[in-house]
């Protein structure tokens, strides 16, 4: 009785990891690459979080190493930073009729939508703000105005 209970835990166990396509780096990839179609390829796999359509992820940044042969997951790539770490960008606070401006210091790299500590270059000051698609910094309770 306990050897058709093994055999059907076994069997049971192999059906719940079903292979699927998954995609893969075709090569390894240094962080920051955007990723082109020739560097992605589709294998069987059976990792529940990665892409399973070369399609979504072409365009967008490796946020990590993408090892050759490797399946990539969400946590991996990301829209391309549009502000690089110490850039000079302007910050516009807003809150009702009032705006202000000030040029403001990037301490990270962001893409359109992310949050991004900018420290005044005037004040010394560092807020945290939102990526705007011109690639401002909005901070305050206005939401950033969607992209053209």
Do not use: C, H, W
Request: glycine fraction near 10%.
């Amino acid at each position: 009785m306990k050897l058709v209970l093994s055999i059907t835990a076994v069997l049971f166990a192999g059906a719940l990891s079903a292979q699927a396509e998954v995609v893969v780096a075709s090569r390894t990839l240094k962080s920051r690459a955007i990723l082109q179609p020739d560097d992605l390829e589709l294998r069987e796999g059976s990792d529940a979080g990665a892409f399973s359509d070369i399609a979504d992820i072409v365009g967008l940044e490796a946020r990590v190493v993408l090892y050759q042969g490797r399946p990539i997951t969400r946590g991996d790539v990301g829209p391309p930073a549009l502000i690089e770490r110490n850039q000079l960008i302007t910050v516009i606070f807003k809150r009702g009729g009032l705006t202000i401006s000030a040029e403001a210091r990037s301490l990270g790299r962001a893409a359109v939508g992310e949050r991004l500590r900018v420290m005044n270059t005037a004040s010394r000051k560092t807020v945290t703000g939102t990526v705007t698609p011109d690639g401002d910094v909005i901070v305050g309770d206005v939401q950033p105005p969607a992209s053209n």
